[in-house]
């Protein structure tokens, strides 16, 4: 059981047709934002009635449809200076696919017996990307270290040393922002882990999903960056299309062609009226539109309304900390005391009908990092993309539970 079906199965419960009452503070499903919503709705009546036969009525190319993959050139060479062609692009059925590809091409037995591993380099990171090996101790992962910022917050640092010591390297992988904490990489932090990657001649896969350009969930000053050791993946599901499953990567020929394969060979392509969809976006600046107009301003004023029902709601006496991050869907809350347990709250909370998600799901073998670092069961993410409502009424369950958990100690 990972951490991803873990939250999928909450999924599961939380919509079936006898789900009412749930409290869902667990899933990244994207706000339910009006103009985000009816602006792809409007888009893709468009494409409908004007593309449907040629779009889904015939098979297309593994790369993606060339709408889209010229689109995307076009784009990123005009906002980044990049000069990719559609050698450098590939598109998926969502960017989870293309991890698991990039997963499957890049990491496992290597000819001369080690193992070429999945490396995050900073845990906590994307449940997901937990169960994209299938070798059993394909996926490893770096223990941060941890700053204490103010009375209540905190922040994760790499751990470079320990990063570049390991020689099981077959692919790095990061998210940024991260799920879950937000936290954003900086400048100096990228050219050091394009370093790593050079050394070791593998790829650094960096994940965008709520970063820059779109769909700036949260704030990122970092622009993506174009190397020849760098996958830049990017994804629609965090803009609004979470179901239609559209993602792509852009990187050297000599990784995405190989990807290119995987995905003719696997699933044929990517949904192609959806391409469609996109591939509009981008190309009459709709995209951005909602990305710094309606998105950006959505998450930035949540997460500060959030911050303040944590200071307002929470117990005064527990040691409760917040990572510090810029807008994004997540809070990621620290509780440090020995009574408390990840896994006991989020039993609880269930009894309460409210669901959040257990820290341990984005460590790599949480249970062997304790005792000195005993955050990866003292921690829990919630979602702030429920309605106003129902995060106030769940977040006072979440305080009575602590409240429980400590009188029970």
């Not at 990972?2 to 667990?26: H, K, Q």
């Not at 223990?143 to 103010?150: Q, R, W």
């Amino acid at each position: 059981m990972s951490g991803l079906r873990s939250i999928m199965e909450d999924v599961a419960t939380s919509t079936a047709a006898d789900a009412s009452g749930w409290l869902n503070l667990s899933i990244g499903n994207p706000a339910s934002i009006k103009e985000v919503t009816e602006a792809w709705g409007n888009l893709t009546t468009t494409v409908v009635a004007q593309d449907f036969a040629t779009a889904s009525s015939r098979y297309g190319p593994s790369r993606g449809m060339p709408a889209l993959v010229e689109e995307i050139a076009h784009y990123f060479n005009a906002r980044y200076g990049w000069g990719i062609t559609a050698d450098n692009v590939v598109v998926g059925p969502g960017s989870q696919m293309l991890f698991f590809i990039a997963a499957a091409l890049f990491t496992g037995p290597a000819k001369a017996g080690s193992a070429r591993r999945v490396v995050l380099p900073m845990t906590p990171d994307y449940a997901g990307y937990l169960g994209l090996s299938l070798e059993p101790d394909g996926v490893a992962g770096i223990a941060p270290a941890v700053e204490l910022t103010g009375d209540r917050g905190f922040r994760y640092a790499f751990d470079f040393e320990s990063l570049e010591r390991r020689p099981d390297i077959g692919m790095l992988l990061l998210s940024s922002p991260s799920n879950p904490t937000g936290r954003n990489i900086d400048g100096d932090e990228l050219t050091r882990l394009i370093g790593v990657a050079r050394r070791q001649d593998v790829p650094l896969i960096v994940d965008h999903a709520y970063g820059a350009p779109f769909p700036r969930v949260a704030a990122s000053a970092e622009a993506p960056r174009q190397d020849d050791h760098v996958i830049n993946c990017f994804t629609l599901s965090k803009a609004g299309l979470p179901a239609e499953r559209i993602g792509f990567a852009i990187g050297p020929s000599r990784y995405v062609q190989p990807m290119v394969s995987f995905m003719a060979n696997s699933v044929l392509h990517a949904p192609q009226l959806m391409q469609r969809v996109v591939a509009r976006a981008l190309s009459s600046g709709l995209l951005d539109s909602l990305a710094s107009s309606v998105i950006f301003p959505f998450y930035r004023a949540r997460r500060l309304h959030v911050e303040r029902l944590l200071n307002d709601l929470l117990p005064s006496s527990i040691d409760w900390r917040l990572h510090a991050g810029e807008g994004g869907m997540f809070c990621w809350l620290w509780i440090d005391h020995g009574w408390f347990d990840d896994m006991a709250l989020y039993r609880l909370m269930k009894s309460k009908k409210v669901f959040i998600v257990p820290g341990r799901h984005f460590f790599v073998n949480p249970l062997s990092m304790a005792p000195s670092a005993t955050y990866a069961t003292r921690c829990f993410r919630i979602s702030l993309t429920a309605d106003e409502p129902v995060i106030e009424e769940g977040l006072t369950r979440i305080a009575e539970g602590l409240t429980e958990l400590r009188g029970a100690s």
